[in-house]
């Protein structure tokens, strides 16, 4: 079968690797790429946002199974433009996509169906949020409603702080229409604990939980950013905080979206806060989570296509799906000054010889001249498995000693700090 995939991240990079695998799958394209995907895949020069070039595209090369990663195109209505066309896609249509696009449809969803998450308000007037901040204590949460690359979460530790942030966003556009509403919400403390589930609309079957790390600096200094690294199984997560999730949190979610008329196909990401209360949902993602994939999919162990077509067709219950019982790090390494601006196109050294039980997945690179260039603020995710995850964190940190760019960050405490 011939296969498409829709990104050019270290998300597509992972799900790519893992399709690779599978004996069912004869070729695979993917738009647009990246310099690493180039070696594994075929990458077409059209845009994830240009919905009528990739149908058009999957319609001349008769391809079997569409496969979108980000999760613009699908706000976008990229899945519902391929059923239309009869073309068989992996992700949810726009109306379940809404889910993770509008974060006040989200906590709507939450407040009605009685689904356990922070206490918060809605604004689209920058003065009223600034009179209702002052009420508050501190820190507290503002979000940006719209898709804002994982950035626009801002946790304010004073008035000051949340002053600024409710300009910034609202009034200075930092996150452009995103920030034409927000919420302002309670701080929650807690371990925090990504989860991603397969869903076809009726079953939930939840993917192996990963603990990503959003801040730039180590020991969780700094800005938020799209994740630094992750690790696979998450610290705190156990079998009964598991039990408690499905019956609290996973199963009335998609029971709420099909309430709702949003019935939801596709990956449902669920950030988690391990909260004294109980376990809590900070956000959703309406795809797969990015740096989560990479460690997810590397302890998979059933053939991902059938997972796919078997979430499609509606008979996810009739699968089962293995997991390995090793644990998975992935450590970003990012451009100097992400996640504010950062320079393009640094030459990337030591990527050769790498050993067979870790592999580099591309998230913002670019093949030129021959020679592989950072594209992006997120470069590159060196992941590798283990008996546990400080030693599997072990491996990916000597392979990055040997990896080399002009300016290149990543933390030094992931899978090796104490959780």
């Given at each position: 079968m011939k296969v498409l995939i829709v990104g050019g991240g270290g998300r597509e990079h992972a799900i790519i690797w893992k399709l690779k695998q599978s004996k069912r799958i004869d070729?695979?394209?993917?738009?647009?790429?990246?310099?690493?995907?180039?070696s594994l895949a075929e990458c077409v020069d059209i845009k994830a946002e240009d919905i009528e070039k990739l149908?058009?595209?999957a319609i001349n090369e008769k391809i079997d199974l569409t496969v979108v990663g980000?999760?613009?195109p699908l706000s976008m209505g990229l899945a519902d433009a391929f059923e239309e066309k009869g073309l068989r896609c992996f992700g949810p249509k726009k109306a379940a996509a809404e889910i993770e696009s509008s974060k006040v449809f989200s906590k709507y969803l939450m407040k009605k169906y009685g689904i356990p998450t922070a206490s918060y308000m809605e604004f689209s007037d920058p003065q009223k949020a600034r009179d209702y901040i002052e009420t508050l204590s501190f820190p507290t949460v503002i979000k940006a409603d719209g898709l804002a690359a994982g950035k626009g979460v801002i946790i304010a530790q004073s008035l000051t702080e949340a002053i600024e942030a409710v300009?910034?966003?609202?009034?200075?556009?930092?996150f452009s229409d995103a920030g034409d509403r927000i919420i302002i919400e309670e701080f929650m403390e807690g371990p925090e604990v990504s989860v991603l589930a397969f869903v076809d609309g009726k079953t939930v079957k939840p993917m192996v939980s990963a603990r990503d790390h959003k801040r730039i600096f180590d020991d969780d200094m700094g800005l938020n950013t799209g994740g630094m690294g992750t690790i696979s199984p998450a610290p705190y997560y156990t079998a009964e905080m598991e039990k408690i999730c499905m019956e609290e949190i996973f199963v009335p979610t998609i029971?709420?979206?099909n309430k709702e008329g949003r019935t939801f196909k596709g990956v449902v990401f669920f950030g988690l806060m391990l909260t004294k209360d109980g376990p809590k949902v900070v956000e959703y993602n309406c795809r797969f989570g990015d740096p989560e994939t990479q460690v997810v999919l590397q302890r998979l162990k059933t053939d991902l296509v059938d997972i796919m077509d078997a979430v499609i067709d509606g008979t996810l219950s009739n699968i089962n799906i293995e997991w390995d019982?090793?644990?998975?790090?992935?450590?970003?390494?990012?451009s100097g000054g992400y996640p504010g601006s950062y320079e393009k196109g640094k030459v990337i050294t030591g990527l050769d010889n790498m050993p067979s039980d870790v592999v580099v997945f591309h998230s913002g690179t670019k093949l030129q001249d021959g020679q592989i260039k950072t594209d992006g603020g997120r470069v590159l995710g060196v992941t590798a498995k283990g008996a546990d995850y400080s030693v599997s964190s072990k491996k990916v940190y000597e392979v990055i000693d040997n990896i080399s760019f002009e300016g290149m960050h990543y933390r030094k405490d992931i899978g090796v700090k104490k959780y």
């Open positions: 070729k695979i394209y993917c738009a647009p790429g990246n310099g690493g995907i180039a149908v058009d595209f980000p999760e613009v300009h910034s966003i609202m009034e200075e556009k930092t029971d709420a979206m019982e090793s644990a998975a790090s992935c450590i970003v390494i990012a």
